[in-house]
């Protein structure tokens, strides 16, 4: 079964950084695009962009670069997405997800199950 | 930057009802559209992909059409475990592009 294991929930002050964690399993890592989304509280969804385990190539989306870091150690199958410094605003849940491909197309599948990541003082 | 127009925002109807979402992108992107489910608390669902490929195990009730522009997504006969928000979500290789649009919340009436 092709799963994403994401890490738990964190709460953070501002200012603090953070890592999170996402997991594959059950396929080639190395072969696939992971993706990360947010989902602010009562939001929709936003790519913030992809990274290819194989050789780490990454993208962002213009409206999160400079903001994440996509990162992965595929030794492990784990795609990461930190921040060095958070704001009250980054508070939301992140969701990793597969980007499967077959031949021009694209489409999130799996999904990881989310972390929830609140900032406040 | 592609943008995904989305419609409605929500919407309430009956069991059993036909219930139908737009989407329309800002320019055209063949039929690289896909949509998903997410159900309340959880993590979203592929549904469709290309437009109009059903996933392995959806059921046959939901549906999708179109290309270039213009988007439909139908859900036949509206059941109570159809309850929640659906987005569209567009792909575009050069640069990478994976815009969702703003959502659909359905309810029951």
């Known amino acids: 079964e092709v799963q994403l294991v994401q890490s738990g929930a964190e709460v953070k002050k501002p200012g603090e950084s953070l890592k999170i964690s996402c997991k594959g399993s059950?396929?080639?890592?190395?072969?696939?695009?992971i993706g990360w989304v947010r989902q602010m509280p009562g939001k929709g969804l936003e790519w913030m962009g992809i990274?290819?385990?194989?050789?780490?190539?990454?993208r962002y989306s213009p409206s999160f670069q400079g903001q994440v870091t996509i990162s992965a150690d595929k030794s492990i199958s784990t795609a990461y997405l930190q921040w060095s410094s958070l704001k009250a605003s980054d508070t939301a849940m992140y969701y990793c997800?597969?980007?499967?491909?077959?031949?021009?197309?694209?489409?999130?599948?799996?999904w990881g199950q989310g972390t929830l990541v609140t900032v406040s003082s | 930057d592609i943008q995904m127009t989305q419609s409605p925002s929500s919407l309430s109807a009956s069991v059993g009802d036909r219930v139908t979402i737009t989407c329309q992108a800002s320019?055209?992107?063949?039929?690289?559209l896909n949509w998903y489910q997410q159900k309340p608390g959880k993590a979203p669902k592929l549904l469709i992909y290309?437009?109009?490929n059903l996933e392995t195990g959806v059921p046959s009730r939901f549906s999708g059409s179109g290309s270039g522009t213009d988007f439909t997504f139908t859900i036949s006969s509206l059941q109570p475990e159809d309850i929640a928000t659906y987005y569209c979500?567009?792909?575009?290789?050069?640069?990478?592009?994976?815009?969702f649009g703003g959502g659909t919340k359905v309810e029951i009436k």
């Open positions: 997800a597969r980007l499967y491909y077959y031949d021009s197309s694209n489409w999130f599948d799996p």
């Open positions: 059950g396929y080639s890592f190395t072969s696939y695009w």
């Open positions: 990274i290819y385990p194989g050789d780490s190539d990454t």
């Open positions: 320019q055209d992107i063949s039929n690289y």
């Open positions: 290309d437009a109009s």
């Open positions: 979500q567009q792909y575009d290789n050069l640069p990478p592009s994976l815009t």
